[in-house]
């Protein structure tokens, strides 16, 4: 039995996140258009800088701020490359945090497929209610066969 397409991007989703560079969490993220990838993002330090998994966390109030979160990356790689994600999908390997939620709607995001919960920030919740976001957990382990 072939996979549904959920599955199928949060299967994707968690090969994106075996590049993270920062161990605290290792994420995933597709962007996704009509069943189709538009960019993918891993939590990872900006171009040229030395990552966590080099260099160490840099770490304020609890949280590492040397990394760009996954759901950024793959925002700013479609700006980059001139992609339209107005309308799309972002499939997530974690609920995203409190600065993702405020982002995603701005890009266009209609709806948000993820796996667990990092942390379970109210107000993410609440911006992306505010926004009109579907939001869809579904648990998915990587180890899993999907067939």
């Given at each position: ?22 161990d ?20 990872g ?58 982002v ?44």
């Amino acid at each position: 039995m072939r996979p549904d397409w959920d599955s199928y991007f949060m299967k994707i989703a968690f090969a994106v996140s075996e590049r993270s560079t920062c161990d605290r969490a290792f994420v995933g993220c597709v962007i996704v258009l009509e069943k189709r990838i538009l960019t993918t993002g891993f939590n990872g330090s900006p171009a040229g800088q030395g990552h966590c998994d080099e260099i160490g966390h840099l770490m304020v109030d609890g949280h590492c701020v040397r990394t760009i979160h996954a759901e950024t990356n793959a925002i700013i790689q479609a700006a980059l490359h001139g992609v339209s994600t107005k309308g799309s999908m972002c499939y997530v390997t974690h609920l995203p945090c409190i600065n993702c939620t405020k982002v995603l709607p701005n890009a266009g995001i209609s709806r948000i497929v993820y796996s667990s919960a990092y942390r379970t920030d109210e107000n993410a919740v609440n911006f992306l209610n505010a926004a009109n976001i579907e939001v869809v957990q579904k648990e998915f382990s990587p180890d899993n066969s999907l067939r």
